[in-house]
DNA sequence: CCGGATTTGACAACTTGTTTCCATTTATGG
DNA sequence: CCATAAATGGAAACAAGTTGTCAAATCCGG
């Protein structure tokens, strides 16, 4: 019943693994039918978090993935009208951009939902066991993150 | 302190997406020195886990993956001379999947290295908590297994 | 034994994200 | 003010995985 903390750990790992895959899965299907994928909501839901309108670089350092893939995927929001961008009085090249209208009322009902959903999942959870996974997984990210190590810049 | 239970089920579903990233971010520098990534790691990891040489589909469904994603990797495996495929006397085009001497050494050097690695690791956390947050990863997993659903295929 | 369904590998296109390179814009220090 | 460094978008290549198609192999019902 308590075969060792470093084989729970290695399960949890491959948990992550498996559950990274459903919830994209998931999400997937969940966002079909308003014209979204996984990753445009996740892009969306940092938009629309945003205190004020933001830049492509500010969206990617707040998502933890490179601007790159930030940028495409917020282009292809624009074509679909669920984002909107404006001029950037700080930067010419680098709009801003936040929800359109129509992006606003999507991400209402997306959410709505999505909170329907934890709600009734969470019935399955004690509060404890929740909070310690919090605490697991938070612990596991601080010891993984990207560190810049030895990336002080090489000196030339 | 005690938010909502369906505030915090949002915050590990984005815990996984994160925490999915810097693993595997992590396993490719933890196998950078062995010619390995973490994808070929995984793969690797399924066939010298299984009790038999194993089939490709076979390895597939045991990570729950295509078959076609796990099919490159074992192709790649085998240039590297890591894994060795066998006659199947089940399936002429089928062939089965072991490693090699040589792959069977860099196993055991990883599995090692990992397992240092989460030794070290496990001090920062309880058995209580790391039992807590399987028990919430693998309830989320089951919530969103992929449930064939309304796929009961078509009645042509 | 035969014929159709299923499995399987090969191949290609697509999605998501990363890395790299380049050009332009912005910031900074003398 | 100007030169150089940093930030930014765009494009291309790559990695990993998915879906779809096709042909060969296997399986199964008659």
């Not at 399960?11 to 966002?31: Q, T, Y």
């Not at 624009?78 to 961008?85: A, D, H, M, N």
């Not at 999507?106 to 605490?135: C, K, M, N, P």
Request: glycine fraction near 6%.
């Amino acid at each position: 019943m308590n075969p060792d903390k470093a084989e729970i750990l290695s399960n949890v790992a491959l948990s992550v693994f498996r559950l990274n895959g459903l919830f994209i899965e998931w999400g997937n299907e969940f966002c079909l039918p308003h014209g979204l994928t996984s990753a445009r909501w996740q892009v969306m839901g940092a938009i629309a978090l945003a205190a004020q309108p933001s830049s492509v670089p500010q969206i990617a350092a707040c998502m933890g993935i490179t601007r790159q893939g930030v940028q495409k995927q917020v282009n292809l929001l624009v074509e679909e009208g669920i984002v909107q961008s404006r001029p950037n009085p700080a930067h010419r090249r680098s709009p801003l951009y936040a929800l359109t209208r129509q992006g606003q009322e999507t991400y209402r009902i997306l959410r709505q939902r999505w909170q329907q959903h934890v709600e009734a999942l969470s019935g399955d959870f004690s509060v404890a066991d929740l909070e310690a996974a919090i605490r697991v997984l938070s612990g596991l990210a601080r010891a993984h993150a990207a560190r810049p190590e030895t990336n002080e810049k090489e000196v030339p």
